[in-house]
Each structure stands twice: as structure tokens, then as C-alpha cells.
């Protein structure tokens, strides 16, 4: 849905929270969720929707009539599809995901391919009078690769000169149609760039020369305007769970990506579970107690550790931070489990929704982005106390962005 403040939004849910991902499965959610979180949210005006796809339901939806018949339900409807999600490429519940979420990463062909489908899709849906976004991930899972610096080197090349074929397909977009596409990279902890500092290293050090020498070439153009390119077309999703996780300032991030010429393509708004330790040993046995339910089978719950000398140490997964918590000496934990945005204290814990909050002031003051998604994914996996009818659960984190933008 659009909001018009001074600067003017688009504001959605991502998709992804809905199991499912054939086409035919994807389309029946929507029809179950959309038209009545519409008559709630937006009843006479247009409704955005934030399309998550796996690699399946994009092949689906290029055959035959099906994208012509998904257009004409979201014109009689009044909807429109603005971003897309590219970041799980096939399933997303209801089985083991972990870090698989990463495969097939962007060194591989087939994650090219499916990107390359999902920009077709967007630039056929898109409206003419908006800019498209289809979020990634942050190219590759970290821990893959630990102590294999050359096989790092020949992935990050290799992700570079992807990323450039998907860049010169959306300048090709461009110039025929005159929309503008961008493909965001999602940081996030233990990604291959999960912080400010890797995101501009990684376009300075890498995708700008190496992907800025492919188009170069590829376009018969300058280098100089093959790096601008880039810039246009590859930007970044800034999750709000992902940079509270990591424990970095969004007024700093935002300062950094705009020095390096980064543009900000979309912020998912999400909280991350924030757990400050208590010292009493009798205590902390309660605190690690009321984590249990949090370490869960289905995803990555990473964990980012806050000494009391403001160093900071990296856990791969909840379910391993949990033991040290018996004589761990660290002043916080925040963990990467997507919580309720509306929800800032539960039990003994609070979540980042004051990284929000920050963010979406941010946003009335620096017009850094237009695409906002609200992407909790973990109603299935959330301990039994947090769970609400699903339709009340997203009107109400609609509400609640709504009450922080008007």
C-alpha cells in the first residue's frame, strides 16, 4: 500500500511466511490472505504485494497463460507486485532449512538463471510509474568457506560476474520498457557481507571492478559508466533484525552505504530476540530455560554475543550458544529469530524494535528508500505464547509501522 508522508512509501508483507512453493500454492494464499488484509488496510486504494517465489514457482509462472491470468486477478483487484523475494530458492517450511537457505549461492548457474526469471517476471508486473526490487542474499554463507581463502576469491569472482549478467539484463529492461529494476543484497550474520564494512568492501574491492570490466565489455561502454550501472542496479535490502543483530547504528550504516555511492533498494522491517544476561548464575538458568523453545529445528538462529568490553563473538546457531550460557561472562545476546514487530518485551526478553523505530525516523528525514516489507517468517516456529490468528498477526504489524509513519 502506498503511504504519502512527506516522502512517498510502498509498504507490504513479504509472502514468504505463507507455506508453499509451487505457483498454484503460492496464488491460493494470496487469494486467501490478500483481498481481506486489503479491505482492512486499504479498502479504496491500490495494495502492494511482496512476491516471494521460490525457483519452482518461477518456471510455473512463465508458462502458458498463468502470468497473464496472475496480472488480470491483481488489475481487478487493485493490487500490484512492487518487490520480489529471491533470497530462499526452494523450500521455506516444514523441513530442515538452516543454512541451505544459501544454496544454490551466487557463484552457482542456477541461481542466475532463477534471478534472471525472477526479473522477468517483475518487469511484466511491475507498474510503469515505480522502480522494482528483488531482495538476495548476501552471496554466499560465511562458515563454508572458513579457512579456504582461494576457493573464497574464485566464489566472490564469480558472484561478481553474475551479479553483472542480472545488471545488464535490467539495463536492457530499462532502456526498452523504461522501468527500473534493482537487485538488493540482504545482509545478514554470518553471510559472506553481513555488515556495513563488508558491503562496502565487497563493492569497492569486487563487484565494482570486476562486474564494472564485464559490462565494460559486454555493453561497449566506459568503465565509468559500467560502474554507474552497478550502482543503479545492484543496492542493498537492509533488514532491521539483521543490523541489530550485528549490532550496528542505522543512522552510521545509512552514512556509510551513501560515502561509497550504495544505494539502500528496500528495508525489511523485522525485530531480532534481544536477551540482556543477567550475572546471577540462578538467574541465567531461567533465562537459558525460556530460550529452549527459541532453538528450534527449521532455520538459522544466529547469535551475536556483547562482552562487557564491547567485543563482540559470533555463534552459528542458537542451539550452540545455549550451553555457554551457564558461565558465559557476556553482557547480551541478540539472536536472529524474527519476533513480532508489535512485541518489545516477552518474559525476560525484549526484541529491536527500537531499531525500527530509528529506521523509519531515518527514513521521514533521508528519502533513502521507498520499499518497505514487513517480514516476519516465523509464525509457525514461535513458542506458543507469541502465536495469534495469522490475518490479525499481519494487520496488526501493518498497524503498528502505520502508527510510527502517520
Keep these: 500500500m502506498k503511504i504519502e508522508t512527506n516522502h512517498n512509501f510502498h509498504l507490504t508483507y513479504c509472502t514468504n511466511i505463507h507455506p508453499g512453493e509451487e505457483w498454484s500454492k503460492v496464488f491460493a494464499n494470496l487469494k486467501q490472505y490478500i483481498p481481506a488484509l486489503k479491505a482492512q488496510l486499504a479498502p479504496e486504494k491500490p495494495y502492494g504485494i511482496g512476491l516471494r517465489l521460490a525457483d519452482v514457482a518461477t518456471k510455473e509462472?512463465?508458462?502458458?497463460?498463468?502470468?497473464?491470468?496472475?496480472?488480470?486477478?491483481?488489475?481487478?483487484?487493485?493490487?500490484?507486485?512492487?518487490?520480489?523475494?529471491?533470497?530462499?530458492?526452494?523450500?521455506?517450511?516444514?523441513?530442515?532449512?538452516?543454512?541451505?537457505?544459501?544454496?544454490?549461492?551466487?557463484?552457482?548457474?542456477?541461481?542466475?538463471?532463477?534471478?534472471?526469471?525472477?526479473?522477468?517476471?517483475?518487469?511484466?508486473?511491475?507498474?510503469?510509474?515505480?522502480?522494482?526490487?528483488?531482495?538476495?542474499?548476501?552471496?554466499?554463507?560465511?562458515?563454508?568457506?572458513?579457512?579456504?581463502?582461494?576457493?573464497?576469491?574464485?566464489?566472490?569472482?564469480?558472484?561478481?560476474?553474475?551479479?553483472?549478467?542480472?545488471?545488464?539484463?535490467?539495463?536492457?529492461?530499462?532502456?526498452?520498457?523504461?522501468?527500473?529494476?534493482?537487485?538488493?543484497?540482504?545482509?545478514?550474520?554470518?553471510?559472506?557481507?553481513?555488515?556495513?564494512?563488508?558491503?562496502?568492501d565487497y563493492f569497492q574491492r569486487h563487484l565494482l571492478p570486476i562486474g564494472g570490466e564485464y559490462l565494460a565489455k559486454h555493453l561497449g561502454i566506459s568503465l565509468e559508466a559500467a560502474e554507474a550501472l552497478i550502482l543503479e542496479h545492484v543496492r542493498v535490502c537492509y533488514d532491521t533484525c539483521h543490523f541489530a543483530v550485528e549490532y550496528e547504528n542505522p543512522v552510521s550504516v545509512f552514512k556509510q552505504f551513501q560515502a561509497a555511492g550504495i544505494q539502500v533498494g528496500k528495508i525489511q522491517i523485522s525485530a531480532a530476540l534481544q536477551v540482556n544476561i543477567p550475572n546471577d548464575r540462578e538467574q541465567r538458568s531461567l533465562v537459558k530455560k525460556r530460550l529452549l523453545p527459541f532453538a528450534e529445528s527449521t532455520y538459522l538462529h544466529q547469535v551475536i554475543a556483547r562482552e562487557s568490553t564491547g567485543r563482540l563473538r559470533h555463534y552459528t546457531d542458537l542451539e550452540k550458544a545455549l550451553p555457554d550460557l551457564d558461565y558465559t561472562t557476556d553482557r547480551e545476546w541478540r539472536i536472529h529469530f524474527h519476533v513480532p514487530i508489535f512485541i518489545h518485551d516477552y518474559q525476560l526478553f525484549q526484541s529491536t524494535q527500537d531499531d525500527i523505530s530509528t529506521v523509519l525516523d531515518l527514513l521521514q528525514i533521508n528519502h533513502a528508500c521507498s520499499h518497505l516489507e514487513i517480514e516476519t517468517y516465523t509464525w509457525e516456529v514461535l513458542p506458543t505464547e507469541m502465536k495469534l490468528d495469522l490475518l490479525a498477526s499481519i494487520q496488526r504489524e501493518y498497524e503498528w509501522v502505520l502508527s510510527k509513519m502517520l
Aim: hydrophobic residues 45%; negative net charge; charged residues 20%.
Design 61 to 200: 509462472l512463465l508458462q502458458g497463460n498463468a502470468l497473464a491470468e496472475f496480472q488480470s486477478w491483481l488489475t481487478e483487484l487493485d493490487l500490484y507486485v512492487f518487490t520480489l523475494n529471491g533470497f530462499p530458492f526452494g523450500g521455506f517450511h516444514w523441513q530442515v532449512v538452516k543454512d541451505q537457505v544459501y544454496a544454490p549461492d551466487w557463484s552457482k548457474q542456477e541461481r542466475l538463471e532463477y534471478t534472471l526469471r525472477l526479473v522477468n517476471i517483475l518487469a511484466q508486473l511491475l507498474p510503469a510509474d515505480m522502480e522494482g526490487s528483488i531482495s538476495t542474499l548476501p552471496l554466499s554463507y560465511k562458515p563454508w568457506f572458513k579457512g579456504n581463502q582461494l576457493f573464497l576469491a574464485s566464489l566472490t569472482s564469480s558472484a561478481s560476474l553474475n551479479l553483472a549478467q542480472v545488471v545488464a539484463e535490467m539495463a536492457r529492461i530499462r532502456t526498452e520498457t523504461g522501468k527500473l529494476l534493482h537487485i538488493d543484497l540482504e545482509p545478514e550474520p554470518d553471510g559472506l557481507i553481513e555488515n556495513a564494512a563488508e558491503v562496502v
